[in-house]
């Protein structure tokens, strides 16, 4: 497992942006895909974005494709997710996960074995 910690979240108009950091330690960053996924009060948590050991292929929920933007950098063991055009249904607690391998496994929070305390976004309309 690597040890994951969150920053970047906090309050927002609706439109607004933010950049949300993952910072990783233990494990080897680079061998490990890397996902975001929020929960809201009362719901599931829920898949938003993953990204691939290399960078080279991530892949996005409908709900923030053209508005979000997943990347990482390995030699800083670190992910970042890039929020635009944030609306209020956004407003979330969210995650980041890592699971071992060089493929994103599935949209699914069992198939991740590592995660952050989570950082909590909040959009106001």
């Known amino acids: 497992q690597v040890q994951l910690v969150e920053s970047g979240g906090g309050l927002v108009q609706a439109g607004g942006s933010l950049r949300l950091s993952c910072a990783a330690s233990g494990r080897t960053f680079s061998s490990y895909a890397m996902a975001w996924f929020r929960q809201a009060p009362g719901k599931e948590r829920e898949f938003v974005v993953a990204i691939t050991w290399s960078g080279s292929s991530t892949y996005y929920a409908d709900s923030v494709k053209g508005r979000f933007t997943i990347s990482r950098d390995n030699a800083k063991n670190t992910v970042y997710l890039q929020m635009n055009s944030l609306k209020a249904e956004d407003t979330a607690v969210y995650y980041c996960?890592?699971?071992?391998?060089?493929?994103?496994?599935?949209?699914?929070?069992?198939?991740?074995?590592?995660w952050g305390q989570g950082t909590q976004v909040t959009v106001s309309s």
């Open positions: 996960a890592a699971a071992p391998g060089t493929r994103i496994p599935s949209t699914r929070p069992g198939h991740f074995d590592s």
